[in-house]
């Protein structure tokens, strides 16, 4: 009883968390006379395929929309935000970790807090150093402003990942004589690997996901991102071309989704401010 | 710090002790990350709070002294007002979601059970799905004239009319309601189960052998020492939905007749589209006090915690 009880329950959560998406399915591969018959029409049953599935609509995304050149534009800033995060936030974390002593710590959780402050705060006075910087409508200004996203809450992972990594590797390298810049250039990189890739992953999860600053920045559709373009531009007027945009909600969601479950326990660790030993 | 001194007592190059002088790395170090987060977050946070002041527009570069004329303007204004008013009833709403469904989700989740991997994927859509593209999937299900809800409530023998999800103020909002705590729950369910994996075994098994059975010790036992786990969840909780502007400006765009409008896309529609940057800042501005709450709630727990473990 208990456990029919159980499964129930988790079947529950499970609905209500993964209906959207079956229905992004679901809409992505209807005939078009199978999706647009109102709701108030009771006898036609709009959970399942009435008609057989169709690839109309993926044939349209692909074909007749930018939507392969936003995915372009996003691996665009993925890479260079990504770059500039690991370049700027490792060393960082590192710094508060192991070098900075007492006050590192209170530093480090300075830097987490600028995280709290949201883009819908920022987007007006970035939109004028945007528009001084002449990088209105371009890529340029979201690889520039991105990592005052990213480099807060990374520069905070890679401090909490550094000390759950024990001191002695890099302490008895120096007693074998190597400088203190030296362990670091040559000892500590190998020790961060995983730190260094929850760092990319969290990046990349989070430019595909921003859409604040995107719809701030980018006004012509073919410099939009995926985030983006799907929601503002596949919108033509007043015409919503409801199984297109489900198909690009669906591929664009699933395998971000695959990459976000395989890290999520590291994010929660940062999250939690080490309120909860992981 | 022994061996520091042991190298830079025999100081054998300049060089050598530069290299190992730990406050000179550290310093370098943190630099860079220094200098991104005072100039572009640090700067433009004061910026925001100067461009309310002034008569800026998103057209020319000048600057114009307005003293608190945005300020009166945006609090004479009832659509500010009902924005201010919409994004405490959302946040405070959805929060109240939230936490009911993650503490009730945590308990489900901390169980095992067959396909619980699958379970678990599916409970973590929501979170990982950008917002922008769940709001428009969410528009897709309020549809006004293909609403699988409605559709749903008709043949179950629920609705009898006929309901018009976006195109009705109160609806509306609790369209919005529901999408934010669908998009956080889960969020909230991970960072609750992590806490429970650390209330120590001991404590619920005396509690047991004392004989509380399962609400008894989800109220008296679990539930207080999950509180700090549980405030985490809130407090991010707080400042996504306060402070987003994606949910509402793809579901409603802040209509009908705007009265759904959030202090975020207000700001966006005054200062971004409207080109007046100053009252967009002013409106933005509003959302400090939701801000100040939490960071100060979170130095606190963070404190207690600090005490709590060492």
Known sequence: ?278 | MLLRRRHGGTATTVKRSLADRENVLGAALLAPALAYVLLLVGVPFVLAIVLSFSTATAGSLSFGWAGFANYRAILADPIFRRALANTAIVTIGSQVLVVVLATAAAQVFRAAFHGKRTARFVLLLPWAVPVSLAAIAWTWIFDSTFSVINWTLKVGGLLHGWLYWLGDPTLALVAIIIVQAWRIFPFATVIVLAGLSSIPQEVVEAAIVDGAGFWRRLFHVELPLLLPVVAVAVLFGVVYTATDLGVVYILTGGGPANTTHVLPTLAFQRGIQGADLGQGAAIAVFLLPFLIVVAIAMLRLARHTEVGTT
Not at chain 1, 122 to 146: D, E, M, T
Not at chain 1, 161 to 168: E, K, M, T
Request: hydrophobic share 55%; glycine share 8%.
């Open chain 1, 1 to 278: 009883m208990k456990r029919v009880a159980l499964y129930a329950a988790a079947l529950g959560f499970m609905a209500f968390a993964g209906f959207p998406f079956y229905w992004m399915l679901i809409t992505a591969f209807k005939q078009n006379r199978d999706l647009y018959v109102g709701a108030f029409d009771t006898r036609h049953v709009p959970w399942i395929f009435n008609d057989p599935p169709t690839l109309e609509h993926v044939r349209l995304l692909f074909g007749q929309t930018d939507f392969l050149r936003w995915i372009a534009n996003t691996l665009i800033v993925v890479v260079a935000v990504v770059v500039v995060t690991v370049a700027v936030a490792v060393p960082a974390g590192y710094s508060l970790a192991r070098l900075t002593g007492r006050w590192g710590e209170r530093l480090g959780i300075g830097i987490f807090f600028t995280y709290l402050i949201p883009p819908t705060l920022l987007f007006i006075p970035f939109a004028r150093l945007v528009a001084l910087l002449g990088l209105q409508n371009s890529l340029g200004a979201l690889i520039l402003i991105y990592p005052t996203i990213t480099i807060p809450f990374c520069t905070w992972l890679v401090m909490g990942f550094l000390r759950s990594v024990p001191w002695d590797i890099e302490e008895q390298a120096m007693i074998d004589g190597y400088s203190r810049l030296a362990v670091i250039v040559k000892v500590v990189p190998r020790l961060i690997v995983p730190g260094i890739l929850t760092v990319v992953v969290f990046s990349f999860t989070l430019v595909l996901q921003e859409f604040v600053y995107a719809l701030t920045f980018i006004s012509s559709v073919d410099k939009m991102t995926v985030s983006l373009g799907v929601p503002i531009a596949l919108v033509r007027g007043d015409v919503y071309h409801w199984g297109a945009l489900m198909a690009a909600a669906l591929f664009t969601s699933i395998p971000l989704a695959i990459v976000y479950n395989l890290f999520i326990d590291r994010f929660i660790q940062g999250f939690t401010l080490g309120a909860v030993k992981g």
